[in-house]
């Protein structure tokens, strides 16, 4: 089976960048997808395809895939972005389907 | 503008059937350009796909949770259904209904709310 690895936390200051990582054997062949996830609420797509984003979503968050780690990069970070995010792939070479990370929180100190 | 709303009891019995609705709406479920799917969410854990389904009826499965697990869909109603037999507390979860593409790179991108689904007797 496919495993995607995120570390459970992340802290940041306001206005400094975060980069939160997802783990996965070749996952640079693969096209990441990264969720937000408020509390309580549903998760909201940000980044499709490694490093596309869907329309309203601003240009302080972008995506890198390489090699065996996709990383989610948010830059100018605001009180707002606090919230878990979850990376997602696509795995062709098992029948797992559509495989998810175990989400990381980021904490806006 | 998509709108997905789940529905079912927040409370099923361990051995029973887990059984959820999604209704859609501002779109056709029939569209070609998307499959419906449930995503779950232990409390306090990550995402886990259950199943997708197309408007013609074709499925797919997570293997772990296949033999249980049926996905059915209603065009008349537009909507979509889950059922999972002979939970266990473990099946406790946050049950999304989600819109996918059929397009590389199948990602979600409308998320119904979520209904919070408790194994309990």
């Known amino acids: 089976s496919y495993v995607l690895t995120q570390p459970p936390s992340v802290s940041v200051a306001p206005g400094q960048t975060a980069r939160i990582t997802c783990g996965g054997r070749?996952?640079?062949?693969?096209?990441v997808q990264w969720y937000r996830q408020r509390p309580g609420q549903a998760p909201v797509l940000v980044v499709y395809?490694?490093?596309d984003r869907p329309s309203g979503i601003p240009e302080r968050l972008s995506g890198s895939n390489s090699g065996n780690t996709a990383t989610l990069t948010i830059t100018r970070v605001e009180a707002g972005d606090e919230a878990d995010y979850h990376c997602q792939v696509w795995d062709s070479g098992s029948d797992d389907g559509w495989v998810f990370g175990g989400g990381t929180k980021l904490t806006v100190l | 503008q998509m709108r997905l709303q789940g529905s079912g009891p927040g409370l099923v019995k361990p051995s029973e059937t887990l059984s959820l609705t999604c209704n859609v709406s501002g779109g056709s479920i029939s569209s070609r350009n998307y499959y419906w799917v449930w995503i779950r969410q232990p409390p306090g854990k990550g995402l886990e796909w259950i199943a997708s389904?197309?408007?013609?009826?074709?499925?797919y499965y997570s293997p772990s949770l296949r033999s249980r697990v049926t996905i059915s869909v209603d065009t008349s109603k537009n909507q979509f259904s889950l059922n999972l037999s002979s939970v266990t507390p473990t099946d406790t979860a946050v049950y999304f209904c989600?819109?996918?593409?059929?397009?590389?790179?199948?990602?979600?991108?409308?998320w119904g709310q979520g209904t919070l689904v408790t194994v309990a007797s």
């Open positions: 395809d490694d490093s």
């Open positions: 070749d996952i640079g062949t693969k096209s």
């Open positions: 389904i197309y408007y013609s009826g074709e499925t």
């Open positions: 989600v819109r996918q593409t059929t397009m590389v790179p199948w990602y979600f991108d409308y």
